[in-house]
């Protein structure tokens, strides 16, 4: 399955802490505690794994009749998979390696079991288990799902969908696609010294002192289907199939595909119909085998069937090309009502960190020393910045006055802001004189951008270390109006 690497975007009110959820499994312990029950119509965030006898449709007869080819993902070399292409691309694209020679990932040998997980992990480890039938939340030990997972007979199909293995012995034996490492945000947005305090390897929120998103383990059995979602905070998913298989079913994030979906995800008989059929043949299906990477690119809308037992790891990261789409997937949640506990955790202090270390990045960009050979316009400057960047940072810059603009999300601001209304400023500024093509349209003095309060982040270190609250709404031209942001769509409440 696909765990999702996250807690898929959208997915489940049954598991207790954030994860990542994907797929489904076999049989139960005794004396699992049973979390939560699902008797109403279930919102677009559960996860939806149960027996084909449940369903209107038949998951493995679609899947054999091969109905939807693949018109979505593109298949790439290793050595492909590079900076410069997602800078070209913006990652928009699934993609799919058969080899990973050349993505600097970090995995176990293909002999590495669900046994091996219990030990590096331990044994007493807590894991959130979706039973599929009955869509009731269990909880299990370790010990008691690689019972379950290695029985010969299995009364029942369970999933472990929320195995964040991060600060645990199985840390070290997996790394995500150093591609990946380059341009996730927890990894160079998020101050060091937090992500250095964190100590817990479960994912528990009053524990956790940043994302903590970045490793999932799925153990999945074959038989389990998890229904179509998106992935939480429209992050996107590195997924590598280390035993089994999978098969996903993508349909790509367009604004009548997602409106589709929201209406699909709100309905009564949501179980009864298989989404793909409701977008007009705009859904590809991708086969997975072990040893296969996959990247599924923001927003994308999927489900995943796992045919064989499988074991999967991967992890969710948000970055800096396709901020809209991140967007908006956070304010779909929002409009949801989708519980924080499900959401990308910490996504709009993330936000806050985002926008002070491109603060800091287009002010030396536009300071009188990196000015490069004068332009056409005269000013002189030019800048490194995609137009995916700018597209999706003036996004970001919408919403964050937004945000200000309600005092219920000043609690979200973190303290290492000094004044964030001088940050958003001063960020609107920049962001007026930078172009597509790389020119800037003023000179700006070193008057202009010396720093006076508005402190950015560097990679991996704090914004400042003078924590102060936000200030009223400075008064400033002329915001944009912020992407699929309604006024419900505001805060994290």
Wanted: hydrophobic residues 35%.
């Amino acid at each position: 399955l696909f765990w999702l690497l996250a807690a898929c975007a959208l997915r489940g009110r049954n598991a207790t802490n954030m994860s990542a959820a994907d797929d489904e499994g076999p049989s139960a312990p005794s004396k699992a505690r049973r979390t939560s029950k699902r008797k109403m119509p279930r919102p677009v965030y559960e996860e939806d794994a149960r027996f084909e006898s449940a369903r209107a449709f038949d998951i493995l007869e679609i899947v054999k009749a091969q109905r939807f080819p693949n018109h979505h993902c593109k298949e790439m070399a290793s050595s492909e998979m590079t900076l410069n292409y997602i800078r070209s691309d913006g990652l928009r694209t699934p993609l799919l390696f058969h080899e990973n020679t050349h993505l600097g990932m970090t995995l176990p040998p293909p002999t590495f079991t669900v046994n091996d997980v219990k030990t590096l992990v331990g044994a007493s480890r807590t894991v959130d288990v979706m039973d599929c039938e009955t869509q009731e939340g269990l909880q299990m030990t370790m010990a008691q799902w690689a019972n379950y997972y290695n029985s010969p007979t299995k009364k029942s199909l369970l999933n472990v969908i929320s195995l964040e293995f991060s600060h645990s012995q199985l840390d070290r034996r997996v790394e995500s696609p150093s591609v990946v490492r380059q341009i996730d945000w927890v990894e160079t947005m998020w101050p060091a010294h937090l992500r250095n305090k964190q100590r817990a390897a479960t994912n528990t929120m009053d524990k956790m002192k940043y994302p903590k998103v970045r490793k999932y383990c799925l153990m999945s059995v074959g038989g389990c289907y998890t229904d179509f979602h998106v992935d939480f905070g429209g992050s996107s998913v590195w997924y590598h199939v280390l035993r089994g298989g999978k098969v996903f079913f993508l349909i790509p994030p367009t604004e009548k595909n997602l409106g589709r979906f929201r209406k699909w995800s709100s309905g009564v008989h949501q179980a009864d119909v298989f989404f793909a059929d409701q977008v007009d043949g705009d859904c590809s299906m991708v086969t997975l085998k072990a040893g296969d990477t996959f990247f599924i690119p923001s927003g994308w809308i999927h489900g995943v069937y796992t045919p064989v037992d499988s074991l999967v790891f991967g992890g969710n990261f948000l970055h800096s090309f396709d901020i809209s789409g991140q967007l908006r997937v956070a304010s779909l949640e929002r409009q949801l009502r989708v519980p924080l506990r499900y959401r990308f955790p910490f996504f709009d202090e993330l936000a806050w960190y985002v926008a002070a270390s491109f603060e800091k990045r287009m002010r030396m960009l536009m300071a009188p020393s990196a000015s490069a050979a004068p332009q056409g316009d005269g000013s002189g400057h030019r800048h490194d910045l995609t137009p995916f960047e700018l597209r999706g940072l003036r996004e970001l810059e919408a919403n964050l006055r937004v945000w200000l603009a309600s005092p219920q999300h000043h609690k979200h601001v973190p303290a290492e802001i000094n004044d964030a209304n001088l940050l958003v400023m001063r960020f609107s500024q920049h962001l007026a004189c930078l172009r597509d093509d790389g020119s800037v349209v003023a000179n700006v003095t070193a008057a202009a951008v010396a720093d006076d309060g508005c402190n950015g982040a560097e990679a991996g270190r704090p914004v400042s270390e003078t924590p102060t609250s936000p200030k009223k709404k400075s008064k400033t031209s002329s915001p944009r109006k912020p992407l699929d942001v309604s006024a419900t769509a505001t805060t994290t409440t």
